[in-house]
């Protein structure tokens, strides 16, 4: 049987609080990312869920305890990554804000390699992912698409980027591939994996596509399963290849890759260290 995590049956969501008010709800937060912070998660627990046991480990930013899921543990492709299990998991815990950290391509031309961006919207393709906790007869879940990237959350992330972009500029020096950078919005686009798309593809994305900067293949439907949890949640897109840009240096193999993931994210733990001392 499963336990009631849900809005009572035939219910509208409501809608999510950017952030719980005080003496409402004791804020717990959690993150949600894997290569740069996986190393330093520590006390690892079990958490059962109704869609299969996971583990969440503890890291210490901002001098607090935040609870850390690796959403890759098993090095599943995106499209076969246990969304729904790894949200109820934070849910089961009482997690009520989430930044999650997401490694994407870039869309736009003024995003290069290295940078970091406070997602501002979300679009995605057609998928055969599983977006809603709603898959029991009788359960209709309403959720507002309204700011789904946390407002409160993102202004955190731009006020704590001043602090810390010199800490940035250190962490890529002697990597002339990457670029220090940081844009306040933008537009995720995801995409189901491991492939990159077609110049063709990107091309059309741009010409249609509102505020169009990364394509990734992680965000989502993690956003939208946490809004129908009532969590406040903001991804930092690190941008760590030129996907299909035209002109730029094509994507060639993994180690190049891997390189800029491990950069950016060294740059992402320091941003988001600042931004959760920075979270009530």
């Not at 110049?199 to 809004?227: H, K, M």
Request: glycine letters at 8%.
């Amino acid at each position: 049987r499963k336990r009631v995590f849900y809005y009572p049956a035939n219910s509208i969501c409501p809608k999510i609080l950017y952030m719980p008010p005080p003496g409402e709800a004791e804020i717990k937060r959690g993150i949600i990312g894997g290569t740069g912070f996986s190393e330093f998660a520590r006390d690892a627990e079990v958490i059962p869920t109704d869609y299969g046991d996971v583990n969440v480990g503890h890291l210490e930013l901002g001098g607090k305890e935040v609870y850390f899921l690796a959403r890759h543990a098993g090095l599943e492709v995106p499209q076969l990554v246990n969304y729904r299990g790894n949200i109820q998991a934070l849910k089961i815990l009482g997690v009520n804000v989430v930044y999650a950290v997401s490694a994407c391509g870039r869309l736009a031309e003024h995003i290069l390699p290295g940078h970091l961006v406070a997602v501002s919207d979300v679009d995605f393709e057609s998928t055969a992912r599983v977006t809603s906790f709603a898959d029991t007869p009788g359960l209709l879940l309403h959720a507002s698409s309204e700011n789904l990237c946390s407002p409160g959350l993102r202004n955190i992330l731009i006020r704590s980027w001043e602090k810390v972009a010199p800490r940035v500029d250190e962490i890529y020096a002697g990597s002339p591939d990457l670029s220090v950078g940081f844009h306040d919005h933008g537009t995720y686009f995801n995409v189901d994996g491991p492939d990159f798309r077609t110049r063709a593809t990107e091309n059309r994305l741009r010409r249609i596509i509102f505020d169009t900067s990364i394509i990734g293949q992680t965000v989502y439907p993690e956003i939208n399963l946490a809004r129908q949890m009532e969590m406040a949640y903001q991804p930092i897109a690190m941008c760590v290849d030129n996907s299909s840009y035209p002109g730029a240096k094509p994507v060639t193999h993994a180690d190049g890759v891997m390189h800029a993931v491990v950069k950016t994210a060294q740059a992402a733990f320091v941003l988001l260290d600042e931004a959760v001392r920075n979270t009530p």
